[in-house]
């Protein structure tokens, strides 16, 4: 069976957006061996740390929160597609038209109530350090993405956009019911479709969910998800 | 397809074990709309929170943490042993061979590399706050399970164990190989035979870790999982 561990490891030193301290994790150790019999700690984080989902609640005051969630949305279908080798600092309709033309994909094709999920794969995933110059999807791209039928859009960024004023990619998205994955990890994962199994821990109320994410061959999940 | 969600709520006010202050979880909202284009928070919690697994060095100086955890554990098959009408406060090693002859599990079929779990179920799930009466596993119930085809070992309390001096139940799993899940909520969920999906945080260098669990049908995995 294929096997995918696409999220970002949360320690100390994990990459955080602009490197801003204030983005970083703090680890706790609360008990150790010199004085208790177990070993227990706590972790204080950003909860746009590493893989999370964002939830309308991040852009928009009467937006969804965490509670909107629910684990339906955690299999669905999902093609990652590859953009590694494009020239520019951004994603576009036109290069997300070129690809799924080269890939003859179907976007009208019945995925059920799950949907299916696209995932972008760039030069971000070589890179084990924050870079202010990632790669990430660019409004067209996010437009072009809402008319289609998709429910989520992932990223190997920890943005999904990049100083666009105004936040048109998160809200393109968003307010087309699309949720939006970031801080994937796909060096070495080809470009195709899989199983996306998608679990966020489950907190209440919040704008983002720090999730775990894999990808599993296409053949993984019954056929109502097919 | 069938899909349970048997994983807690994290909220500020949520169970915490024996109800300790040190234990609950702190929000923060570092931005939002009053004086920012977006919301976000960051989430200071112990790593035994609601749904979690227990790694060796929860219990062990030398033993591994979860950067010995991965996702080849993610889905197993597993059985789900409802033990809500006992008539004590643990699940003795008898309880287990009782309810095993019942089902007529055969404890020594194969499940190839990723064996396969338990889940107990008892009064527990019925309970929205702290039980300092919680039912557990008796260190004679973890021997049981210790010596069978067992890979984890899930349960309905915030401890595997209750008041056991030395923590025999957490060590003979965790000696064994086993690795434990504790805060699980089965209420609503039959006995009988499921895949778990479970997706912990990818959290390195720590004895615990909080994580989303769901049951999914048998017939849910590839023939390799069944």
């Known amino acids: 069976m294929i096997l995918y561990d696409i999220s970002s490891v949360i320690a100390p030193d994990m990459p955080v957006y602009k490197n801003r301290d204030e983005k970083r994790p703090r680890f706790v150790t609360s008990k150790?061996?010199?004085s208790s019999p177990v070993y227990e700690g706590r972790l204080d984080f950003d909860l746009h740390s590493g893989t999370h989902i964002d939830l309308p609640l991040h852009l928009f005051p009467e937006g969804d929160n965490s509670d909107s969630w629910n684990c339906t949305h955690s299999f669905t279908r999902s093609y990652l597609l590859d953009f590694s080798r494009i020239k520019g600092d951004r994603i576009?309709?036109?290069?997300?038209?070129d690809k799924t033309r080269d890939l003859k994909m179907d976007w009208h094709q019945s995925f059920d109530r799950t949907g299916?999920?696209?995932?972008?794969?760039?030069?971000?995933?070589?890179l084990d350090?924050?870079?202010?110059s990632f790669v990430f999807l660019?409004?067209?791209g996010a437009n072009?993405?809402?008319r289609q039928n998709v429910t989520g859009v992932g990223i190997d960024a920890l943005g999904i956009e990049r100083d666009q004023p105004g936040h048109p990619t998160h809200k393109a998205l968003l307010k087309s019911g699309i949720w939006i994955l970031e801080g994937l990890r796909l060096d070495g994962v080809p470009e195709g479709e899989y199983i996306l199994a998608l679990l966020p821990l489950k907190i209440s109320g919040v704008e983002a969910l720090p999730a775990r994410a894999v990808l599993l061959s296409p053949d993984s999940m019954p056929p109502i998800y097919r």
Chains 1, 2 share one sequence.
């Open 32 to 34: 150790n061996f010199s």
């Open 92 to 97: 576009t309709a036109g290069e997300l038209e």
């Open 116 to 126: 299916f999920t696209i995932l972008l794969k760039t030069v971000n995933s070589k």
């Open 129 to 132: 350090k924050f870079n202010f």
């Open 138 to 140: 660019d409004h067209s």
């Open 144 to 146: 072009f993405l809402a």
